[in-house]
């Protein structure tokens, strides 16, 4: 096959991983349907045997709703996997080339944490795909969150053990990390892997009834997730910086919502502490707690949703990577702001809003602010199935031009 005949996703980048992440998101956001419209009463979150009464005896409007979910979760969930197997071969063989060398010598070097980052949301993925799908899992729950706690500590091992390789090197030889080509938000990929590790490590904080386990659960979580919010500052502080003096690269300009997943999963991570913390060890906080937490979460993500469409309008980014006929590998990190602000909107609304009194569940303004919700979900699924085109599809004159 002749270097123009290729699909972009031939030249390989290891923010193709960011394919099997966005998958594995919108798995997560048809799991809110289920989540918050589905009876669960004495378990956190739904089974396949919650999901089956309500089916059995649910109105045909959460009928439907309740098939939606189902199939999209498991649509996306193949997809999850199908992309992360196909990046594992695709990574093996990168490995050997001089890319790969070249890549680990410089900025880009950050960008191998989207392997971690994907594990991380697949593990996540796979356990939302067992509560679906698999009768009787709750019965055998507490064994599987040792597993979990296990599966979540290795692939945090692998992200440190891949930031310590980078800070290791750039903090130690002077002059080898190019500032001037710090002009985005690349460089928190790293924190956002954490944060996935992070929200891993606090699930069962928030289901487990073992004291021991969710103890071990709030531990390692708070860690990692403090980690990953010093990592994010400082990836912040010093791209703003070069952004300033540079303006911000065209390529990477989609790593300024980064910021938005961040703190998506950060706050989903603090419920399931908080949940822990009364359920198991008799803490108690009331219902604004969380609806305060989630609101400056959600401020946050509205001011960098803001900042980085301004500059991806503004440097015709949509035009070029998007609907025109340039490809970047990194255009699946928009997939993961609209995915994070579904996910949040209907935490803010359920554990938020509905939580605090301020609306009631299932009124018109509880819908009116779900339909939110559902419009980023649907809005990234066209955008998926677009960039999947583009960069897994027939080949086309494209050239995928790496983010950095």
Excluded at 282 to 289: R, V
Aim: aromatic fraction near 12%; hydrophobic fraction near 55%.
């Amino acid at each position: 096959m002749s270097a123009s005949a290729k699909r972009p996703a031939d030249t390989y980048s290891p923010l193709y991983f960011l394919a099997s992440l966005g998958a594995g998101g919108l798995s997560v956001t048809f799991f809110m349907y289920l989540m918050f419209w589905v009876p669960h009463p004495g378990k956190p979150v739904p089974t396949f045997e919650d999901i089956s009464a309500a089916f059995a005896t649910g109105g045909t409007p959460l009928q439907a709703a309740i098939i939606v979910a189902v199939i999209g979760i498991a649509i996306m969930a193949f997809l999850n996997l199908k992309y992360l197997f196909w990046n594992l071969g695709a990574y093996k063989a990168f490995k050997q080339t001089d890319a790969y060398t070249a890549l680990r010598n410089s900025n880009a070097e950050s960008t191998l944490l989207a392997m971690p980052l994907a594990l991380a949301m697949t593990v996540n993925g796979m356990f939302i795909v067992g509560l679906v799908f698999v009768p009787g899992l709750w019965s055998i729950v507490e064994y599987l969150f040792p597993m979990a706690l296990v599966a979540f500590a290795l692939i945090g091992w692998l992200a440190f053990r891949m930031i310590s390789d980078f800070l290791g090197r750039i903090l130690t030889q002077g002059g080898i990390f190019d500032v001037t080509a710090n002009n985005s938000f690349a460089q928190m990929l790293p924190a956002f892997a954490l944060s996935m590790v992070a929200v891993g490590l606090s699930a069962p904080a928030a289901m487990s009834l073992n004291p021991v386990t969710s103890g071990l659960s709030l531990i390692l979580s708070t860690f990692v997730g403090i980690t990953a919010i010093v990592y994010a500052l400082v990836a912040i502080f010093t791209a703003f910086n070069s952004m300033l003096h540079h303006g911000t690269a065209k390529e990477a300009g989609p790593t300024l919502l980064v910021v938005v997943p961040i703190m998506t999963v950060l706050g989903i991570m603090l419920l399931r502490q908080g949940h822990g913390l009364h359920e198991t060890f008799g803490a108690h906080g009331n219902a604004t707690d969380n609806l305060m937490m989630l609101g400056r979460m959600l401020s946050v993500q509205i001011v960098f949703l803001m900042l980085g469409l301004l500059v991806l309008r503004r440097q015709g980014y949509f035009t070029d990577f998007v609907f025109g006929t340039k490809t970047s590998p990194g255009s699946y990190a928009l997939v993961c702001p609209g995915v994070a602000l579904a996910v949040m909107t209907h935490f803010f609304t359920n554990k938020g809003l509905v939580g605090a009194g301020l609306i009631d569940k299932f009124s018109v303004a509880y819908w009116a602010v779900s339909t939110i919700a559902i419009l980023f979900q649907i809005s990234m699924i066209v955008l998926v199935i677009r960039l999947n085109r583009q960069h897994f599809g027939k080949p086309a004159a494209g050239t995928a031009v790496p983010a950095e």
